[in-house]
């Protein structure tokens, strides 16, 4: 850290930053940065743990969908809680997960190959599902279900520090990098 911030460049990169956008040098664009970040960086962990080890999955990003797509729709259609739709699309996710494993162990395929399939297959149900239960490729609210109010408390909250906003995505982002270090 110490090496980054003797280099010249980094300064003059803050510099044009400072002088170009007004709001780059406000307390809160900290709490947007961060944000942002945490919600690349939350996926970003386990696809650089699998890179670490040799691996690749191609389906991650994809799964982000899925995982959504199966809260959504199963808390809206069969008008359960949230809280049983976010455990449903963590099981779903799961055995998807574990599925591209076992391919992938039993085939000796590259896991490139094994998760491009698993990428295609899921961008295809995504939109098929969708389709056929709801009619359309677009889900339902989910913000007046029961369930959404301590959801949104735990995954989408806001904390105020010194005034600024930070929301609680960078303490997930803070969590899941602590774990998988």
Known sequence: MRRLLTRPELGAVFGFFALAAD??????????????SSTIGIMAVPVALLMIGGEFDLS????????ALILSMFS???????????????????AIGAFNGFVLTRTRLPSFIVTLGTF???AGVNLGFTKLIDGTVATKTIADMAGFTSAHAVFASTLRIGGVGFRVTILWWLALVAVAS
Not at 25 to 33: D, I, K, P, Y
Request: aromatic share 10%.
């Open 76 to 94: 809206y259609q069969m008008t359960a809680n949230v809280w049983v739709g976010v455990g449903v699309s963590l099981v779903a996710t799961l």
């Open 23 to 36: 709001s780059f040098l406000r307390a809160g664009s900290l709490g947007t940065v961060l944000y942002a």
């Open 60 to 67: 991650a990003g994809v799964m982000v969908t899925s995982s």
């Open 120 to 122: 295609l297959m899921l």
